[in-house]
């Protein structure tokens, strides 16, 4: 079960990748991270060059899914390829939120271990609202949990 724990804060670690219409908020995002003393590994894309977002989604879930680190934040354009890439590796729970209320549901009923964000519907001031509630949102399990463990075809 994946879980912030306040000591943990300090050992925390995500991946972050996304395509070119993530490309301008990923720096942003990242040093945000970083401000919160969170380590960041930055899977790409490093440019606004056109790209095929699989190629970031994949390598943020192999990091995500191997335990290399806690959590995923995935940015695209509506956050659904990036959503649905994830999603197709079994260890991985990629919740796709546009607000705050989003981002702690996902944490909170759907144990998320990646955060997918449209960066073109939502501000820079809501992707960071958005990645903060999913950190500071703890799995609620529970009745929740059993739901969790239904998710996974094997």
Not at 45 to 52: L, Q, W
Not at 60 to 78: F, I, P, R, T
Not at 109 to 126: G, K, M, Q, T, Y
Not at 133 to 144: K, L, N, S, Y
Request: charged letters at 20%; hydrophobic letters at 40%; one cysteine or more.
């Amino acid at each position: 079960m994946f879980s912030f724990e306040p000591q943990e804060m300090n050992n925390l670690q995500f991946a972050v990748g996304g395509d070119h219409a993530g490309f301008d908020y990923k720096d942003s995002l990242i040093q945000y991270l970083k401000d919160l003393h969170i380590g960041v590994k930055d899977c790409g894309t490093y440019s606004a060059d056109s790209v095929d977002y699989p190629d970031f989604a994949h390598p943020v879930a192999d990091a995500v899914e191997s335990g290399e680190v806690a959590y995923g934040l995935l940015l695209c354009g509506s956050a659904n390829g990036v959503a649905i890439t994830a999603n197709k590796h079994q260890g991985i729970r990629a919740g796709l939120a546009w607000n705050v209320e989003v981002a702690k549901l996902v944490r909170q009923h759907n144990n998320a271990n990646v955060l997918c964000l449209p960066v073109r519907f939502i501000s820079l001031d809501e992707a960071k609202a958005c990645l903060k509630a999913f950190i500071d949102t703890d799995f609620e399990g529970g009745r929740h949990q059993g739901r969790v463990n239904k998710i996974a075809c094997s």
